[in-house]
């Protein structure tokens, strides 16, 4: 496993990271969630994501459980806040009391005293960033949170919030957490070039687009019963028949090189300086071998060239 620096911070995370959205405490048998963290721990992952609203809190229990297991200095933990976590009209949101409270329940939940990272899970445009901010710098004061991020802000909102930090000597964002694979690549136009400038590390999520760069999805073939993408009743319709059509001419690129799909789509996000870390999901621990393998593949142009004139077509 590889590993890079996240933003303009000392703070080193694996290439691959391990997420819990969509897994872990909810359609992931309990004991398989527990071996796939114990299996990223052991081929040299170090970063683990979670955050309050997965499953209502469930999810930070079961990577609180596990990680528990192993020394705390040894990985990199991050949650995060905003989305609701109640009825009540200050149950959701970036307010003081919102983002205080929730890092509050976090770290109960996932039962460690701080944690690495705390994203702002999204922008919100009803409380002040300032009010945000300060709360936040006052998080990292107290030692509770280490390094703050934010989840799909855009290029102007973190600029935005770099500007009030440097004015009132408040801490500053590092990473920002935006989706990024080869069917959606927003983030190349205004995002990764303000990363790049501003200091702010990208750690990408579903760089395998919920499983579509996985090959398991194919044309003229049901959805496996096995799949997430079953397990959320996702409709035939969803999975786009050019997408599957270009997985088809990515896998033939994949079996040149001897590798999965899958850690060819890895490989080529990777590619991107400004990644810090592909956050991948596993449902069993084999999926995070296979995901791991990524780390070691490093594309040439010529292969960098057939993968964008395919997903160009």
């Known amino acids: 496993m590889k590993y890079r620096k996240l933003g303009r911070s000392g703070l080193k995370v694996s290439e691959i990271s391990l997420g819990s959205w969509m897994t872990y405490g909810g359609y992931v048998e309990n004991e398989k ?3 796939s963290i114990e299996q990223a721990y052991d081929l040299g992952i170090n970063f683990f994501d979670t955050a309050n609203v997965y499953e209502r809190g469930e999810a930070e229990k079961v990577v609180g459980r596990v990680l528990k297991a192993y020394p705390r200095e040894s990985y990199v933990l991050a949650t995060k806040v905003f ?3 109640g009825e009540g009209p200050n149950d959701r949101g970036l307010s003081r009391k919102h983002v205080i409270e929730q890092c509050h329940a976090s770290l109960k939940r996932l039962g ?3 944690v690495d990272l705390y994203y702002c899970h999204r922008y919100d445009p009803e409380t002040p960033l300032e009010e945000t901010l300060r709360a936040l710098d006052d998080l990292v004061t107290q030692g509770k949170v280490l390094y703050v991020g934010v989840s799909e802000w855009t290029a102007a909102q973190m600029i935005e919030a ?8 408040l801490d500053r964002i590092i990473v920002n957490q935006p989706v990024y694979n080869m069917f959606n690549r927003y983030i190349e136009k205004e995002i990764i070039p303000t990363g790049l400038e501003k200091g702010i590390s990208q750690v990408v999520f579903s760089p395998l687009a919920q499983g579509l760069l996985t090959g398991k999805y194919r044309r003229g073939q049901a959805i496996p019963a096995d799949s997430r993408a079953a397990s959320k009743g996702w409709e035939e319709g969803r999975i786009q028949e050019n997408q599957l059509l270009k997985v088809e001419q990515l896998e033939s690129v994949a079996a040149e090189l001897g590798i999965k799909v899958s850690q060819l789509a890895l490989a080529w996000i990777l590619r991107q300086d400004n990644v810090a870390s592909a956050l991948v999901g596993a449902s069993r621990p084999e999926q995070v071998v296979e995901n791991c393998g990524a780390s070691d593949v490093v594309l040439t142009q010529d292969v960098l060239d057939r993968i964008e004139t395919i997903l160009q077509d």
């Open 33 to 35: 969630a527990v071996r």
């Open 83 to 85: 989305w609701p976590m």
């Open 162 to 169: 770099l500007g009030i930090a440097d004015k009132y000597l």
């Open 112 to 114: 460690v005293d701080y």
